[in-house]
């Protein structure tokens, strides 16, 4: 029998370092200021992802880069986070399917899922955005959360698709 699990959120970030975060932004404002503003949008990310998880509306994962599995391991228990896998390398496309390949295989076998994909950089992120994200995902194979610039902040897939 087949489960139908609550969505996962995988939240992609970069480990937030001093000078490797935020590098166009910290031409124009400095690397502390940089750094600053990605430690924010990153716990504000967090936060909303989190509140979620504890209204048991989403399952949550981190997906890292930036520093080593130890690291990320230490890391993920720090922001209250259970769980946690390595991006690798590739481009951004491959390292989300990865992420739903990793979680299908090790975290949840013979369960079906609807996954939901968004990064750290979202300083207007809030619950009700991932909450029609979970409404729509249910009725569609892949959904996508447009930004204003021609790309797109949150990418969903239906557990048809991630089958």
């Not at 503003?37 to 509140?51: A, D, E, Y």
């Not at 979680?103 to 300083?123: A, E, H, M, V, W």
């Amino acid at each position: 029998m087949i489960v139908l699990e609550k969505p996962l959120l995988i939240i992609m970030a970069k480990w937030p370092a001093y000078g490797r975060c935020k590098s166009r932004l910290a031409k124009d404002i400095g690397r502390k200021n940089a750094l600053s503003i990605q430690k924010k949008m990153l716990m504000h990310t967090i936060s909303v992802s989190r509140f979620l998880e504890k209204k048991k509306f989403i399952e949550l994962s981190i997906a890292t880069t930036g520093i080593g599995s130890i690291r990320s391991h230490k890391w993920s228990k720090e922001l209250g986070i259970k769980h946690f896998n390595l991006q690798g390398q590739g481009t951004l496309g491959e390292r989300m399917r990865r992420q739903i390949l990793k979680n299908k295989r090790s975290r949840f076998k013979n369960k079906c899922q609807d996954y939901l994909i968004i990064g750290t950089d979202l300083p207007n992120l809030c619950h009700l955005d991932l909450l029609e994200a979970i409404s729509k995902v249910k009725v569609n194979d892949i959904i996508f959360g447009p930004s204003k610039d021609g790309g797109y902040w949150l990418i969903g897939i239906s557990n048809k698709l991630a089958s």
